[in-house]
């Protein structure tokens, strides 16, 4: 991992709806190669930076960085440069998964062969290559979960982003996930993942950062959020609690 070059670059995002403030002038930096877990309690502002980063919805203020390209001057660079995998993936269900495939490749123009070999891979690694020719419509919602995973992936992008992606999944599929996360970063790729399940953002992340009420309130290595807590022989779910609890009682006592 390549700390001095940062591959994602949030610049004061702000997110405003009416009175309510979902997001407070989010600066956070991410790098190369870096697997990233981006923590916080429901309605923390999670999903709505999600969101923004991968141009569903607008900012309020800011800029984003994606590489060398302004999101949103130069959004089609910058969104080529992302393969998004979103908590309740959206697929068209009538199709199969190989016809999924090749209709998503075709919106980033791969070559079918291309599409053909890694979607065979990918199926083959997430024990879906012998429901190919079913429709998505008969899937369970963790196999339409490895589905949207695996055609993130077909136009090779630089960063893959994740929201949640063991809901769903049984032990082994998660441990699959897991596997492929880390095959990713080996690569050279840089993975953005949100998850409520503490256990693999410990396992998996080389930094995270919480976000509470709109603000990142902690940020760093697992080590480092365990200093920040005082709680050094700490699991993360113990630090996460300790930070949110603390921020909260603070914005309440301010209040």
């Not at 949103?72 to 969104?79: E, G, L, T, V």
């Not at 979960?145 to 949640?164: N, S, T, Y």
């Not at 022989?233 to 300790?242: G, M, Q, T």
Request: glycine share 8%; proline share 4%; charged share 25%.
């Amino acid at each position: 991992m390549n700390q001095s070059e940062p591959i994602i670059r949030f610049c004061g995002i702000e997110k405003r709806y009416g009175a309510f403030t979902a997001l407070k002038s989010v600066n956070l930096e991410i790098f190369k190669g870096e697997l990233f877990g981006f923590l916080g309690p429901n309605g923390a502002g999670k999903t709505t930076l999600i969101r923004i980063l991968t141009g569903i919805i607008q900012p309020s203020g800011g800029q984003i960085f994606i590489g060398p390209y302004d999101l949103f001057s130069q959004p089609d660079k910058a969104k080529a440069m992302l393969g998004y995998v979103p908590d309740r993936p959206y697929l068209y269900e009538k199709l199969t998964p190989l016809e999924y495939f090749e209709f998503m490749g075709g919106l980033y123009n791969v070559a079918l062969e291309r599409i053909l070999s890694k979607g065979e891979e990918m199926l083959r690694m997430f024990d879906l290559w012998d429901r190919r020719n079913e429709l998505i419509e008969s899937f369970s919602h963790g196999m339409k979960q490895k589905v949207a995973m695996c055609a993130a992936i077909l136009h090779d992008p630089e960063i893959f982003v994740v929201d949640e992606p063991t809901v769903g999944l049984d032990p082994r599929s998660v441990k699959l996930a897991k596997n492929f996360f880390k095959q990713l970063v080996a690569n050279g790729k840089t993975v953005f993942l949100t998850t409520h399940t503490l256990s693999v953002a410990q396992d998996l992340c080389h930094r995270l950062a919480i976000i509470r009420q709109g603000d990142i309130v902690a940020l760093g290595t697992m080590n480092e959020l365990q200093k920040r807590a005082s709680m050094s022989d700490s699991n993360l779910e113990d630090v996460f609690l300790k930070i949110t609890e603390e921020e909260l009682e603070q914005q309440t006592n301010i209040l």
